[in-house]
């Protein structure tokens, strides 16, 4: 898989379904795609229906729902099955398979259960179904690459946390200080600071 992968991430753009979470799963196991998977969302290749979807709604006014003309709440969510009826594609079956991919890791996809691979495949095709239209508010997108760049920044932080290096952190303090002391001199000297 990780040729694969590596193939796919320095080629393609891949659109996903919280592809964030999937990007943070990619490189804890293939370490060797940091450099690939942090290259793509640079490059602006990976794109997510859910991001999306916020983006669309923001800009519509509807983040999470709005009132009807009755005044009765309608709720939006954003999963992928959510996304997939709110299209008008239908209920997108979630099957218990979702949950038993972890044995199928070492196996062989040609040994793999039928209804593993066709949930497999029915979420691709259910993505990309929703990706097509949205693509009709493709204007009220903005910088959708920026956003799911950012997305992974926070699921990076929120699986490993935040990590820094002493010595540039405390570099920075200095420079900080040294950047206020510089502004309180320039607001002293130009009258708007007493002394």
């Not at 009132?67 to 008008?88: I, K, P």
């Not at 010595?167 to 303090?173: E, H, N, Q, V």
Request: charged share 25%.
């Amino acid at each position: 898989a990780e040729g694969f992968l590596r193939d796919v991430l320095r080629r393609d753009t891949i659109v996903g379904a919280n592809f964030a979470y999937d990007a943070a799963v990619i490189v804890r196991r293939h370490p060797g795609l940091i450099p690939d998977v942090f290259d793509a969302y640079n490059a602006g290749r990976i794109l997510d229906v859910q991001i999306a979807q916020r983006l669309i709604d923001i800009a519509m006014g509807r983040l999470g729902g709005y009132r009807d003309v009755r005044g009765f709440s309608v709720r939006y969510f954003y999963n992928l099955a959510e996304l997939h009826e709110r299209w008008g594609f239908g209920a997108l079956e979630k099957p218990a398979v979702r949950m038993e991919y972890g044995p199928l890791v070492s196996e062989r996809l040609a040994d793999w259960p039928e209804h593993a691979v066709r949930y497999a495949k029915d979420d691709a095709v259910a993505t990309l179904k929703v990706w097509q239209a949205q693509q009709q508010h493709a204007e009220l997108l903005g910088n959708l690459a920026a956003q799911c760049r950012a997305a992974f920044g926070l699921q990076l932080m929120s699986v490993v946390g935040m990590r820094t290096d002493a010595a540039r952190a405390d570099g920075y303090i200095v420079e900080v200080k040294a950047e206020i002391e510089r502004a309180r001199l320039a607001l002293v000297e130009a009258g708007l600071v007493r002394k």
